[in-house]
């Protein structure tokens, strides 16, 4: 039996170059199908980072919204069950949905064209409101002086200080009375310049006292506000006082003729 040698060097040479050009290839058209799938996993942390602070600026709009409408209960905060708006991050669209059940408010922040959602949710909600309130422990609004003055308490009920430095007023007016100072906790916050403010006038800045009156949690304290002469006796009386931020808490109150409705003690 003959052995044949084979000797051609030149042939395989050329089988190892064929082979391992195949695998270049191949190694070539596996990374061009690996990078678009990896840069298209990059976009989901981002998406879902998106997501999350979408939520959270559900959140923050369901606290200013209900502060400023003066929701203050659960029955109130009802309103914000089903609130949906659309919102925008650079070139990303979303939306956040609200849903609220007895004192739990739930945020959900969605990326347009994506399947991430986060959702963040907030328990006992009504603790992070600013609510100011008339104190229902105390006596309620009551004329001084016979109709010149009327006295009240408010109670901040948040977990947070507050602090007003505005005000405006609305009052049941026939002979052209006008408001002229406002005190708070005993402090003189309003003076209004050569006592000009008339029922409706435009929002006024407090300009004495410091020009400010911060309340801290579950403090109480006492308003006096005065006006020019006696006004009607029957009388609705509505003053929004308001934050550097403009948030703004309404008191509405419904006075009778003295001596029923004259307080029990001068003010």
Known sequence: MKHIAINNSKGISVLFLVIAMMLMVSIGYVFSYLIPMKQKSVKFPIY??????????GVEYAIRYSSNQGWRDTTALAGLDGVQKDIVIGKV??????????DTLTSTGVIINSSERRIVTVSNLTQFLNVLILDPASAVPCWCWQTQRVRFYIKYTGTNSVTLNAFFATWQETVGRRMRQIYMDGILKYDAPGGLYYNGNPRQNFNAGGGSQTINPGQVIPLIIRWS??????NTITIIFYTALGDPYSFTFNLTPPPGGSCAVGC
């Open 229 to 234: 002469g006696n006004i009607s006796d029957t």
């Open 48 to 57: 879902s980072t998106q997501a999350f602070f979408i939520a959270q600026s």
């Open 93 to 102: 669209n979303g939306s956040f949905t609200i849903n609220y059940s007895p």
